[in-house]
């Protein structure tokens, strides 16, 4: 049973080096496992989608990098700023010829660096028009979208395209464009994910995220606890390790019993591992008890040992779908 069976519309996000790409990909993966058509989108122009895939870097179209298990298919859309305002002066405007020139004479830039709620506007924009498409005449039609999104940092203030643009349109197609936004993002049909690891800065940049999600009235989905490490200490030796009073004789023996010849500064390095190992363990459950707290469904996925590859997408994609999130 799915954890949000009214959303169509996922947005990933998460602190940089926590892995929200990879989640995203992975989370597109496992809702075409289930044998729905996906749109997977980045807003950054990173390309880390096509790296993921090991596909060519992708153009401003809908380009397909993956058949999932159940019969659904993941496609890819990285979203331009300036393409998507030429796709929009023609859209509202039918303006196309004027956008290509503007962008030869480089006006799309300096109009999106004096007003950057301007872009946020049409990246956003552009997400929505594919999560609502109604009619296959109007492109391909979608049963969910993830959107990449840019990090918990900036996320309130990207999503917010209605005070973004409230200096700089009171009404018109912007300003329309800003409120259907809104009112998608607002609605059932939207959750916003955060990724994060079970250390103190991501942690606390989730629990900040969630309250300025909160606070604009953002519907936030998921917490995404990513690259988690299994304990290899039992729970009732952490406190010793951390202590560094587990039994040297003990290692000995275990060591003896494996064949390998154990001394004094064997067993020190091992003791001093085991009570860096039990720290770690320590604190990952103190900040598990910090994330229990914000009171959001979280789901845990493993660190990949051999990186995130197509094959580890697959892992982490069945692993969401065993927690309900796809």
């Given at each position: 049973m799915t954890l949000f069976p009214g959303v169509k519309l996922h947005v990933v996000t998460g602190k940089g080096g926590t892995g929200k790409t990879t989640v995203a990909a992975a989370l597109a993966l496992s809702l075409a496992n289930a044998g729905r058509q996906v749109l997977l989108t980045e807003a950054e122009g990173r390309q880390g989608i096509a790296q993921l895939f090991d596909t060519p870097p992708l153009p401003y179209e809908e380009r397909r990098v993956a058949v999932g298990d159940g019969g659904g298919e993941v496609y890819a859309l990285a979203i331009d700023p300036e393409a998507a305002l030429i796709e929009y002066l023609e859209k509202f405007y039918n303006l196309r010829r004027a956008g290509s020139a503007l962008k030869r004479i480089g006006a799309i830039d300096f109009a999106t660096t004096i007003a950057p709620g301007?872009?946020?506007?049409?990246?956003?924009?552009?997400?929505?028009?594919?999560?609502?498409?109604?009619?296959?005449?109007?492109?391909?039609?979608?049963d969910a979208v993830v959107l990449d999104a840019p990090p918990t940092g900036r996320i309130a203030r990207f999503l917010n395209v209605n005070a973004e643009v409230a200096g700089l349109a009171r009404m018109g197609p912007v300003r329309q464009q800003a409120d259907s936004v809104m009112n998608l993002l607002r609605s059932r049909q939207t959750a916003v994910h955060l990724v994060t690891l079970l250390e103190e800065m991501p942690v606390q940049e989730t629990v900040d995220g969630v309250a300025e999600l909160d606070a604009i009235g953002l519907p936030v989905g998921a917490v995404l606890v990513n690259m988690v490490r299994e304990p290899m200490l039992p729970a009732d030796s952490l406190d010793l390790a951390v202590a560094g009073r587990l039994d040297a004789a003990g290692i000995t023996a275990g060591l003896k019993r494996v064949g390998i010849e154990s001394n004094d500064r064997l067993v020190a390095a091992l003791m001093a591992e085991a009570a860096e190992h039990a720290g770690r363990v320590l604190l990952e459950a103190r900040e598990r008890e910090v994330l229990r707290d914000l009171g959001r469904p979280r789901l845990e996925l493993p660190l990949l040992a051999d990186g995130a590859d197509l094959a580890g997408l697959h892992e982490l994609a069945g692993r969401l779908a065993e927690q309900g999130l796809a």
């Open positions: 301007l872009r946020d506007v049409l990246l956003t924009g552009k997400v929505m028009e594919a999560a609502t498409r109604a009619r296959r005449g109007g492109g391909r039609l979608y």
